[in-house]
């Protein structure tokens, strides 16, 4: 229908009217149409506001949401006819209490219990309790403040199941706040740009803080209804409470914001946030893939509309400070992208501005900019630099938190990416005018990356591409301002919305191409920001083990990590048993080159097999982190220590078998050639006897008696003496005044320590060495440990205490030396050897004698002397690899997987226990103590069910069904048929067994030619009498192992004993906390910086006041962010802060406890044992604060398992 038509079928009058002439133009226009409008109004005498025409809309057949949603519109009037006359700070304070004057001081406390900065004179555990106690009673006030009418009308609204009903009452809300605070706000930002251009600081602070009062929204009221379910006594939230979440998640579903951070308390309502995204998780189906987009900028540069735009969402946007924290809206990815995105959600994450000009001049403004940008960047997948204009300087100090932000995490080998969009700037060549300013943008971002570098002591990172992947030309984006002109009345420029649609897409494009990539889900979220939070608070950014994800990743790294190291080990140690085996019963006339060549061989094949190994261990190192699950992203940080790890696993392994083939190379064969030479002896003055007797009719005694005569003529034992310090070290090593740099009490107790310590575990070192010789190799090794132990507890000592203390060990060392040379002398002496075969040859002399038949009696000499010997070293070779494999695969498997979940299991029984002498062996000689525990329960384990006797008779059968095997095979020849029936075939049948044994086991010559010394036996009864010798061994090998009690005895004899395999897969380092004794937790075996879970309170360590000589009550994860001071040995007994810790432990990492309860366990334990604690270390009792007093067992039972997140 034309215009003229419908003039004439309303019946307009023609002075109602008007048509635009192409002449003329729109101003003119526009001046005549106000001219009409004025005119057409004299006539009307009723009048009516748009609100009121609701009716006559109605009338005329118009769908008004008025008149659907009179209940939702009456409510919102309800509410704010609840305001009435009364000023919004007023009705706030009155109806919206939770967010009040009490949340905000709970804020501040939180951070002033991380930061410690005003303690003043009170010690900081009271100070810390003080601070708790305080937010204890703010806890209750909260909890006892009961919800508004207001308020309650708000939330049952929202609880709806309408969801239209819902959306047009905030939509109400929304528009009753905003015409309600509209005028005052007004008047306050006026005063506030008055105020501002006088510089007057407390007058700008008093009108910023009347801005946020008189500020009153919808997103007041959902922080109000967050804080009622974050202060709800968690008992009691079966009730609507405790639907709160569930209420709110659906409303992010349907696209509404959830404050993230309060931004006028700064603070984040953990337990709400946390219950609300869980119930999204849990409505989504748990498919929960996070794609978190950030946006940060100085205020007023358009950061909001930004985000509309791209997304089609509505955060609110005004100039000045609209959006105040972070509000975080969830959009869901349809179905077709999520696999190209691989993700389920587009987390948007609006920032408040950053450098605000106006509030730049007050204190904590750049703090709280700090924090916000600290924690958003850190959150965020991809983060959006937004920037005014081409000149970047006034984000410079913004950028600069970035790159401190970006570099933290990547050390933690999180990387967002970056996009810097410069709003305002137009013209389609401004990509290559800007070049110029790119670049010098980058230089900068260089400057601030190197100074941000050498903070945190990263001297390897020079440039900001060393951060994250960053490309000058592709991360750099050019946006048209919006409106061309000025608004309100200018139009919208279409090229802003092209220019963000094009940025859009791009920044989508570069998350498709990452394939490898992967997102967070819901709990992994929470989990990063909970740590990311308590970073901010803490002012602490090395999260490395304080992260729970990072905790969780490294914890799983490690545990695979034991199992390759095991794998590794037990590879190496079947393979040298087998080597040790062949060396040892090489033949005795073989000469020394045929030895050495041997040996040499052994040597390139078992290097050879190392590297094989660790290239093994190597790839499978490669495809963890080739996974996606386990998180494996997150320790990106740490493949260099793995790498290094596994090098010095394999270095280790190679030097441990050299030394066994040096050590072999050196007994081994001059043992056998002395055995051989004294054998022959024997073997020709036996012959030589029975040659003199041979026409002689004597009884079985006088054959005996003369035989006994002769033989100790020509067998002489010969034992050498060891050294002439058997007097030292007789008695207890004592701290002299010359042992000392300087004098004190405390020096002194801190030296004996260190002293009592080392000697302890170097006295355990030496009996450990059971199946050696005693030669210069362990007296090196031994001074060597000493070495190591003290430049690891102290930096400075006097020469006079070290070289007391050495000839203290070298003492005790001595006389265990002089058993061990006894020992050996027993086992490997060629002479004590010939002794043990007295029997056997007075047995061959007196059967050749006599012209017996002696079959069975050869069979059954051949099988006790050479089988028994070798199958008890076959079984004796694995059963230490037996052990560890039962143990490892048993029901303690768990205890043994990773250092830390040992750590956990070791200090739980500690508790369990309650006996005190444990915990100061823990504490003071932690090393013996781990060893102790491990052999306990190594003993412990095989006790049970005889699970020793099981593993030697597996190992029995095993052996027992080869040697059979064997025999059978053995008797067959060349040709296919049995040997011979002769008394030659007999060599030739032991000849084919040791054949087929050679991987098995290895039957000496020598034993083997004692056993066999003039055989007059035939080949075929030969094998009948060995099979049934065989079995006699077989039962005798089994009654032996039945009846043996002593597992101790065994374990030490063992070639390979579990507990040091064991040990050396839980100990680590062994390096503890300078301040505290906690021992260091760090997986893999390479590792530059040390850590431990739960770090104690100083005085278990034996630290005490030296002006009261109490111990010391503090902990040193806060004494270390106090401004106290410390000295020792190593800072030579000068004053020290503790902040500047690192300049004497560059390699130890000490964060603030996570929570308060972390250090429970080590405080219940100081003050359950305080006064013997003190009479242990010659004190007086720590002065613990009466909140330590009130811990429960259970309660510190709990905090261990928190912090070694056992849940």
């Known amino acids: ?208 803080q009347a801005l946020v009062d008189s500020s009153l929204g919808t997103e007041h009221y959902m922080r109000e209804m967050g804080l009622i379910y974050e202060f709800s006594i968690i008992s009691s939230t079966a009730d609507e409470i405790s639907q709160l979440p569930g209420l709110a998640a659906e409303m992010l579903l349907d696209g509404y914001p959830l404050e993230l951070l309060d931004g006028d308390a700064s603070n984040i309502p953990e337990r709400w946030v946390t219950d609300v995204l869980m119930e999204l998780h849990k409505k989504v189906g748990q498919r929960s893939r996070l794609l978190v987009l950030t946006v940060l900028g100085v205020q007023s540069t358009g950061k909001s509309t930004l985000l509309n735009t791209m997304f089609g969402v509505q955060f609110p946007v005004s100039s000045g400070r609209c959006t105040r924290g972070a509000f975080m809206l969830f959009l869901k990815v349809g179905e077709d992208l999520k696999s190209e995105l691989n993700c389920d959600f587009i987390v948007l994450i609006d920032t408040e501005g950053l450098k605000s000009p106006d509030l730049a001049q007050l204190e904590d403004s750049y703090e709280h900019d700090n924090q916000l940008a600290t924690f958003v960047i850190g959150l965020s997948d991809a983060t959006i630099i937004n920037i005014a204009m081409e000149n970047a300087a006034e984000m410079k100090d913004v950028l600069q938190i970035a790159i401190y932000t970006l570099l933290r995490m990547k050390m933690n080998s999180k990387k967002p990416v970056c996009h810097f969009v410069h709003q305002n700037v137009a013209g389609l060549s401004a990509q290559t005018k800007t070049m110029t300013e790119r670049k010098h943008l980058l230089d900068q971002l260089n400057e601030m990356t190197q100074i941000a570098a050498q903070m945190e002591k990263k001297p390897s990172i020079k440039e900001f591409t060393d951060v994250l992947d960053y490309d000058m030309d592709k991360n750099n984006w050019n946006i048209p301002g919006l409106w061309h002109g000025t608004p309100p009345m200018a139009p919208v420029n279409t090229g802003y919305s092209e220019a963000v649609a094009h940025f859009k897409r791009n920044l989508l494009q570069t998350v498709k191409k990452d394939e490898l990539r992967e997102f967070s889900q819901i709990p992994e979220f929470l989990e990063m920001m909970t740590n990311l939070w308590r970073a901010v608070k803490c002012e602490n950014f090395i999260f490395s083990f304080r992260n729970t994800l990072v905790s969780h990743a490294f914890n799983n790294l490690c545990k695979e990590f034991s199992q390759w190291d095991w794998a590794f080990r037990k590879e190496i140690l079947s393979w040298q048993t087998q080597a040790e085996s062949d060396i040892l019963h090489v033949h005795s006339q073989s000469d020394t080159e045929a030895w050495n060549t041997l040996v040499s061989a052994k040597r390139i094949k078992v290097s050879e097999q190392i590297e094989t190994q660790e290239r093994k261990i190597k790839e499978k190192l490669n495809n963890y982190y080739r996974k996606k699950e386990k998180q494996v992203h997150l320790i990106e940080a740490f493949i260099i220590d793995a790498f290094e790890s596994i090098s010095n696993l394999a270095n280790e392994i190679n030097l441990s078998v050299n030394n066994k083939f040096d050590f072999w190379l050196k007994f081994g064969k001059q043992g056998q050639e002395n055995e051989s030479k004294r054998q022959i002896d024997v073997e020709h003055w036996v012959m030589s006897l029975l040659k003199d007797h041979k026409h002689c009719t004597l009884s079985e005694e006088q054959l005996t008696k003369n035989f006994e005569e002769l033989w100790t003529g020509v067998v002489k034992q010969d034992v050498q003496d060891i050294g002439s310090l058997q007097k030292t070290g007789n008695v207890s090593f004592e701290v002299k005044g010359d042992h000392q740099l300087d004098g004190g009490k405390d020096k002194t107790t801190e030296l004996q320590n260190l002293a009592e310590s080392i000697i302890e575990s170097c006295t355990q070192c030496v009996r450990a060495k059971t199946n050696t010789d005693a030669d210069d190799g362990l007296t090196t090794e ?47 002496d060629p002479q004590q050897q010939l002794e043990k075969k007295k029997t056997e040859y007075l047995s061959d002399f007196l059967y050749l004698y006599k012209q017996r038949d002696h079959s ?113 095979r053995a008797a067959i020849g060349e040709d296919g048929v049995l040997l011979p029936d002769n008394k030659e075939s007999i060599t030739k049948l032991i000849s084919n067994m040791r054949k087929h044994l050679i991987k098995d086991i290895s039957v000496s010559v020598e034993a083997e030619e004692t056993t066999l010394f003039q055989i007059q036996s035939s080949c075929h009864s030969f094998i009948k009498c060995l099979k049934i010798s065989m079995k006699e061994l077989k039962d005798q090998l089994e009654e032996e192992f039945s009846n043996s009690d002593d597992i101790t005895e065994t374990l030490n004899k063992l070639p390979i004993k579990p507990q040091d395999e064991l040990f050396k897969r839980v100990f680590g380092c062994g390096r503890q906390c300078p301040f505290c004794n906690a021992p260091c937790e760090a997986g893999v075996t390479e590792h530059k910086q040390h850590h431990a879970a739960i770090h104690r309170p100083q005085g278990l360590g034996s630290y005490r006041y030296e002006s009261s000589e109490r111990l010391v009550n503090s902990l040193c994860t806060t004494d270390v962010h106090s401004d106290g001071t410390f000295r020792n040995t190593d800072t030579k007994w000068e004053w020290h802060t503790y902040k500047d810790y690192k300049e004497y432990y560059p390699d130890w990492i000490i964060p603030q406890d996570p929570t308060t309860e972390a250090s429970d366990y080590w405080k219940y334990v100081l003050v359950q044992y305080n006064d013997r604690f003190a009479e242990e270390y010659e004190s007086k009792p720590a002065e613990v604060p009466e909140a330590w007093r009130r811990l429960t067992k259970e309660q510190a039972l709990k905090g261990l398992s928190d912090s070694f997140n056992r849940k």
């Open 1 to 208: 229908m034309s215009v003229k038509r419908l003039v004439k079928e309303l019946g307009l009058p023609k002075n109602r009217v008007k048509v635009k002439d192409q002449r003329i133009n729109v101003a003119e226009f526009s001046k005549k149409l106000c001219e009409v409008i004025k005119a057409s109004l004299l006539d009307v005498k009723d009048t009516m506001s748009i609100v009121n025409m609701v009716g006559k809309a109605v009338e005329l057949g118009l769908s008004v949401d008025e008149s659907k949603t009179d209940a939702q519109r009456k409510a919102a009037d309800e509410i704010m006819g609840d305001i009435g006359v009364r000023s919004i700070p007023h009705y706030k304070k009155l109806n919206l209490t939770l967010q009040g004057a009490n949340w905000k001081r709970l804020s501040k406390l939180e951070k002033e219990e991380c930061r410690l900065k005003t303690s003043g004179d009170s010690g900081l555990e009271d100070y810390k309790c003080q601070l708790q106690e305080e937010k204890r009673q703010i806890r209750q006030e909260q909890q006892n403040s009961d919800a508004s009418k207001g308020m309650k009308s708000f939330i049952k609204c929202l609880s709806t199941d309408d969801k239209e009903q819902r959306d047009v009452f905030l939509k109400w809300m929304k528009l009753k706040f905003n015409t309600h605070s509209r005028g005052k706000l007004s008047v306050l930002r006026h005063k506030f740009k008055e105020q501002c251009k006088k510089k007057d600081a407390k007058l700008i602070a008093e009108l910023d």
């Open 782 to 828: 031994l001074l060597e440990k000493v070495d190591k132990s003290l430049q690891e507890s102290c930096k400075h000592w006097p020469n006079k205490f070290e070289f007391d203390l050495k000839l203290h060990i070298c003492g005790i060392a001595s006389r265990e030396f002089f058993k061990m040379k006894e020992n050996f002398l027993l086992v490997k």
């Open 856 to 968: 069975l009696h050869e069979a059954t000499n051949f099988v006790q002397s050479c089988i028994k010997p070798a199958v008890k070293q076959f079984i004796c070779g694995s059963l230490g690899v037996d052990i560890v494999e039962d143990i490892l695969t048993g029901s303690h498997s768990a205890e043994y997987s990773s250092r830390t979940i040992f750590q956990y299991n070791i200090q739980k029984e500690l508790l369990q226990q309650e006996d005190f002498m444990s915990f100061v062996r823990y504490i003071t000689n932690y090393e013996v103590y781990v060893k102790d525990w491990i052999f306990q329960h190594i003993l412990e384990k095989m006790s049970v069910d005889e699970t020793l006797c099981k593993l030697k008779n597996n190992n029995l059968q095993v052996i027992d069904k080869k040697i059979s095997e064997a025999i059978d």
